[in-house]
């Protein structure tokens, strides 16, 4: 989502502030994303909230580091910043099933639930991204939970986590000129919006054309987009 705004704003002549806007308007999408699947995760399996409320109080915390961290730093800085991320992530994806990471965990306690609020904080307020990508793997491969129960709980904390993003870049954006029309701070309403409707057919296709492909031949097409966006953003600046 992040890179398709990126090179779209910055081909309508909207690079100065095109990662800035990217990022939050992702984490606007992501919101009420997370705030439905929320409210239906709960409905089909009952869990723990103190764990998600925790995690999102840490997140808070650091999404609005996060988020006055992008607008502080240049524009060249942040795309090569969430170029490297990408490339960690499909290195994550690469190695997360290994021996070590199946082997390790690190034991559940509020210090812990605070930490990683904190850092998927701020990976949301500096690249946007939501529980999914992060928050879930995390959970499962170092905390040792089902899947199930990571995806209940990722979902549940983003709804703290993007809310403390959009508000963070509202307000960090509210006096800035020169934004993409339809503009609150660096939220761009109009993309938001049309991201929502176009993300509900998107996700039911990408979940059918998921289900036909090989688990290994799946994994090895989403490391390679991922890496190729991240060379892209790169050559971009």
């Known amino acids: 989502m992040v ?27 992501i919101l009420p994303t997370a705030l439905t699947g929320t409210i239906k995760y709960n409905r089909d399996a009952c869990f723990s909230f103190q764990p998600a409320i925790i995690l999102g109080i840490g997140g808070i915390f650091g999404s609005m580091l996060g988020s006055t961290m992008s607008v502080l730093i240049s524009n060249q800085a942040h795309v090569i910043a969430f170029s490297c991320f990408l490339v960690f992530l499909a290195l994550w994806m690469a190695i997360k ?22 850092g998927v904080g701020i990976a949301a307020g ?15 491969s170092l905390l040792g939970m089902n899947i199930h129960r990571s995806i209940g709980i990722s979902l549940s904390s983003m709804v703290l986590i993007a809310s403390g993003t959009v508000l963070s870049y509202i307000i960090l954006g509210f ?21 929502v409707c176009a993300s509900i057919p998107s996700v039911q296709l990408g979940v059918r054309t998921g289900k036909k492909m090989d688990e290994r031949k799946l994994l090895i097409l989403f490391i390679s987009m991922l890496m190729i966006l991240a060379i892209r953003m790169i050559f971009s600046v």
Do not use: C, W
């Open 175 to 195: 006096d800035v000129s020169n934004l993409f029309p339809y503009s609150i701070g660096y939220v761009n309403i109009l993309f938001a919006a049309v991201l």
């Open 126 to 140: 500096l690249f946007g991204v939501g529980g999914g990508v992060i928050l879930t793997p995390v959970l499962t």
């Open 3 to 29: 890179p398709v705004m990126f090179f779209l704003l910055s081909d309508l002549g909207y690079a100065e502030y095109a990662m800035a806007m990217s990022v939050a308007t992702s984490a606007a999408v």
């Open 97 to 118: 099933q290994s021996s070590f990471f199946f082997n390790f965990k690190i034991r559940e306690s509020t210090i812990t639930f605070i930490i990683l609020g904190v």
